[in-house]
């Protein structure tokens, strides 16, 4: 929604023959205005029409009064994330009686625009001995409002990250959605994966650590870049990271309680 407000401070002076125009697609190329025309929107005979380009015109205003009217605009799927300049033209008016025409600068307002996509990745222990199994949790989360994230994929190489670190138990269907698939040892894959809108998916598994990893190794595991089709447009995730820690002694310390002095 984007929300236009017109004032007008002067004690005596009425406004009338407003008009301004908006080009939506210097913004970004493919937004557009949904619902247009409306009318009366600030004064009798006040309209705002357009697509791509919003006009206003005809507009008025009573002396100390003003006006906020509303657009609809439709965001493109394969916009970019990003903050982007909306910036009007002068608003041109008349005022006074008789009337003088005079303008004053455009309204200029940021579109921002987020990556619908999120993901990440957690092993459930800091540390854990040579031999060793571990959880290793993924997680997908799909914040678009309208549209589902379909043809979820991506990549996770173990035995890049630690020779011998292999994923046990897969494959596994339907992890993330009906058709959805879980495979792999040592290279892990998610193909498949469909995501409702403001949803997310969460996929489990557990790992086998080698057993001759030398102690004290700390394993730094990264996946590939997540990938889908949102609304038929392809969207990324930046790649999901975690440390584990190999080793075959930990020490920890600290005090149970809060002490008073003396």
């Known amino acids: 929604t984007l929300r236009f407000t017109v004032t007008n401070s002067s004690p005596t002076d009425s406004v009338s023959n407003m008009q301004f125009t908006d080009s939506l697609s210097a913004v970004l190329p493919g937004l557009a205005a949904t619902g247009l025309p409306l009318m009366d929107v600030c004064g009798a005979g006040s309209r705002i029409e357009g697509t791509n380009s919003l006009i206003f015109t005809s507009g008025n205003l009573a002396a100390e009064s003003s006006c906020s ?7 493109p799927t394969s916009a970019p994330p990003g903050s982007y300049s909306n910036v009007t033209s002068n608003l041109s008016f008349d005022i006074g009686n008789p009337p003088v025409a005079s303008n004053i600068a ?8 987020s990556e619908p996509l999120a993901f990440s990745k957690a092993f459930d222990a800091d540390a854990v001995a040579p031999g060793d199994t571990v959880s290793l949790e993924f997680t997908i989360d799909n914040a678009h409002t309208s549209y589902s994230a379909d043809d979820l994929t ?10 011998g670190l292999e994923a046990l138990g897969l494959p596994v269907s339907d992890v993330c959605g009906a058709g959805s698939m879980l495979s792999g040892t040592d290279v892990i894959t998610l193909t498949g994966g469909t995501i409702a809108p403001e949803s997310s998916c969460t ?3 557990e790992v086998q650590v080698p057993s001759d990893v030398t102690s004290g190794t700390t394993v730094s595991n990264v996946t590939s870049e997540l990938s889908s089709l949102i609304n038929g447009a392809a969207r990324t995730a930046p790649p999901a990271r975690d440390e584990l820690d190999v080793t075959l002694m930990t020490l920890s310390k600290a005090f149970e309680d809060a002490l008073e002095v003396g």
């Open 69 to 75: 009217f509303d657009v609809t605009l439709q965001v």
């Open 106 to 113: 455009g309204a200029n307002a940021p579109l921002t625009i």
């Open 154 to 163: 991506f990549t996770d190489d173990l035995g890049m990250a630690l020779a």
């Open 203 to 205: 996929l489990s598994l």
